[in-house]
């Protein structure tokens, strides 16, 4: 028989810098859904990728010197980039598109056309505010104190002659769709949604779909010079990477529709113009898009820009993949958000894993080992202690589809783990240790064992898709093979065989020291300090003494007309005539700041002429650099020390 499909997808990420683990628990997520539905026996899809293209990659990569393609290739291909962050992560993704994919480029092309033709693009002019970071135009209704709502940055006026899409002819039945269908979840999103983009003043506007400010983009190809707006080039790549309009792949009625996960602030895109895009080309819509909420960090977005992200390489090297998939899961609802610490990482750890996973794995292994040589006897006998822990672990795999299908991730490990902890509670109702000094409690003994081995196997089953390879350990050591692990199994109780062999191995999550851990991960995420200046090689004395470094007053600064650099200071110098000097710090103060202001100078180096101004010295500053960046300071002195006085 067939499976049935399912397919399911993360965003696509923007490679503008290397990706943190706010961006690795959305990808997490969608893994472990993508797993849980391959366990329930589907035919699963699951595609990640990176969306190349837009000014803001264009802009990184000039900074940087190389062309955007090359820029965004060492992100995504190289050392720790996104494709080894997803490996490391243990992401088990079947497909990975790239916007750049020479495939999707020409899809998004006859998409594109194939909207123009029918009338849902038309060409038009763009006036607005922009925001370049998010790549949006806003109306100024929908600035927030004057600031872009997405990001809180700053917006300019921008204009150009562009493309639209008709997102206004789509409004009613998006309308329809957010409110009378689980299309967008959770439902909290909906009204949100609605109430600020379709039945807002106005009504939902038609969306800007091309640009010509900047060209790393997809090229419109029927008119040189409009690029296509980046998120109509991203948003599609869910259909093209199953074929859609391309020959690349043929699986688009297979797996199309499926369901996109996203973070919450792009919901706008998934919940609105996603759907209203689908409508205009004649596919059918995602099952339902999730919005979940963000990892916060010191009360903040984690983000690259806030300066506040949290390395996974480092987490994961310290903790394992597997820990850390599971701290993401384990403790913070899907559809809400989190504030991330690295107290709540460990003390998760110590609970769940070392505690009460860990110990009841190696407690029960240690035990067949120890009374039974590592093989249970056949001879086995029920006890009245049996029936609580038997009737909870039978009801599991119910309950915990149930949370699993809403895509309650948190409550699904919840429900399992209340399971574990009634397991470990068992242990000390029936005191095993006690039945072993008894030859004639031995067949209770063993059941009481077994009971605990059936408990590990459906409660390891059930964690699989959280952690893959440690729950492939647990596995081994309980002496299940893969059927025994799989979900048919995994309401049944009795698959283990009676004579259950067990193998003694290594302890899966080791606790850790809170303390010591805590000490070594801040001094890790400690700012570095920047370096200095190397020093200089010896002078001689006498040179030193030539230079005069004078004590002037700042009378007069101004900005010099043309230069981007350049401040120009009338300053007293005690000599009674006003000294000019030029100094290249209009980057670092503004002009009046420094009105009025005690500085030092050396003022009998030979004038140069600069800007075609004549510069009779130079001010004493301070230049250091300050997370990388260079920074310039001006040396400002005691007021009460009269122009013209010597320095030495
Ligand atoms: N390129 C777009 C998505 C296009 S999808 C057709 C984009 N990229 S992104 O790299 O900025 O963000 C990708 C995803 O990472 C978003 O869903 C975003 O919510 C998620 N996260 C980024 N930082 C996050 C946290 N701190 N916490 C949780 N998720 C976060 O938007």
Redesign the pocket.
């Known amino acids: 028989m067939e499976k049935p499909t399912f397919y399911i997808?993360?965003?696509?990420?923007?490679?503008?810098d290397k990706?943190?683990?706010?961006?690795a628990?959305?990808?997490v997520a969608t893994d472990a859904i993508a797993r849980y539905k391959r366990l329930q026996g589907y035919d699963v899809m699951f595609l990640t990728g990176?969306?190349e293209h837009?000014q803001k990659i264009e802009e990184k990569a000039k900074a940087a010197g190389v062309s955007p393609k090359e820029f965004v290739d060492r992100i995504v291909e190289g050392e720790k980039g996104v494709k080894d962050l997803w490996k490391l992560m243990n992401i088990s993704n079947d497909r990975f598109i790239r916007t750049t994919d020479d495939y999707h480029v020409k899809s998004i092309q006859r998409i594109f056309r194939k909207m123009y033709d029918n009338g849902d693009i038309y060409k038009g002019k763009y006036s607005g505010m922009y925001c370049t970071p998010c790549e949006s135009f806003w109306t100024e209704s929908q600035l927030v104190d004057g600031k872009c709502p997405d990001c809180g940055r700053e917006v300019k006026y921008a204009e150009e002659e562009a493309y639209f899409f008709r997102a206004s002819k789509y409004a009613p039945r998006v309308r329809e769709l957010l409110t009378g269908t689980d299309f967008l979840e959770p439902q909290s999103r909906v009204n949100e949604m609605v109430n600020n983009f379709i039945d807002c003043e106005g009504g939902l506007q038609d969306l800007c779909v091309s640009r010509t400010s900047f060209t790393w983009g997809v090229p419109v190809d029927f008119d040189p010079g409009h690029v296509v707006y980046?998120?109509l080039d991203?948003?599609?790549?869910?259909v093209t990477a199953l074929g859609y309009c391309n020959d690349e792949y043929d699986e688009l009625d297979k797996y199309w529709p499926g369901v996109?996960?996203?973070?919450?602030?792009?919901v706008r895109?998934?919940a609105i113009y996603?759907p209203a895009f689908l409508m205009s080309v004649g596919l059918p819509l995602p099952k339902k898009v999730y919005g979940?909420?963000?990892?916060?960090?010191d009360g903040k977005?984690?983000?690259k820009s806030t300066g506040n992200v949290v390395d996974p390489y480092v987490l994961a090297e310290r903790y394992g993949v597997d820990a850390l998939r599971f701290f993401l899961l384990r403790t913070f609802p899907f559809g809400s958000?989190?504030s991330?610490s690295n107290e709540l990482l460990i003390s998760t750890i110590n609970t769940d894993l070392a505690n009460d996973l860990g110990n009841l794995l190696s407690r029960t292994t240690a035990m067949v080992g120890k009374y039974f040589g590592g093989t249970l006897p056949w001879e086995q006998e029920a006890g009245e202690e049996d029936a609580d822990l038997l009737e909870l672990l039978g009801g599991l795999r119910d309950r915990y589809e149930t949370q699993m299908e809403k895509l309650q991730l948190q409550n699904g490990l919840a429900e399992v783990f209340r399971v574990i902890a009634r397991a470990n509670k068992y242990i000390d109702e029936t005191t095993p240790w006690v039945l072993a000094k008894d030859e004639t409690k031995k067949p209770r003994l063993a059941r009481v064992l077994y009971n605990l081995l059936e408990s590990l196997r459906i409660c390891g089953t059930l964690l699989k898709p959280f952690m893959p390879a440690s729950m492939d350990a647990l596995a081994a050591q309980i002496g299940a093979d893969e059927a025994a692990m799989s979900w048919e199994k995994a309401n049944v109780w009795g698959v283990l065989p009676f004579e259950a062999a067990v193998v003694k191995g290594e302890n899966l999550f080791p606790r850790i020291n809170v303390e010591k851990e805590l000490a070594a991960l801040s001094a890790l995420t400690a700012p570095k300090k920047d370096p200095i200046e190397p020093f200089k090689e010896d002078a001689v004395f006498d040179d030193f003494l030539k230079c005069d470094f004078r004590v002037c007053k700042v009378l007069k600064c101004e900005n010099v007309k043309k230069s981007q650099k350049l401040l120009r200071f009338e300053l007293d110098d005690g000599s009674g005539t006003t000294r000019q000097i030029l100094s290249g710090i209009a980057a670092f103060y503004k002009p009046e700041e420094l009105v009025g202001k005690t500085v030092a100078a050396i003022v009998n180096l030979p004038p140069r002429k600069m800007m075609g101004q004549d510069s009779n010295g130079m001010l004493i500053s301070a230049v250091y650099k300050e997370k990388g960046e260079e920074k310039v300071r001006l040396l400002i002195l005691d007021d009460a020390i009269p122009a013209g006085s010597v320095l030495c």
Do not use: Q, R
């Open positions: 997808t993360t965003p696509i990420y923007y490679p503008s990706l943190h683990i706010g961006h628990y959305c990808t990176t969306d837009g980046v998120w991203a948003l599609f790549n869910y996109n996960i996203v973070g919450k602030e792009i895109f998934h996603w979940h909420g963000w990892l916060i960090f977005k984690m983000g958000d989190g991330f």
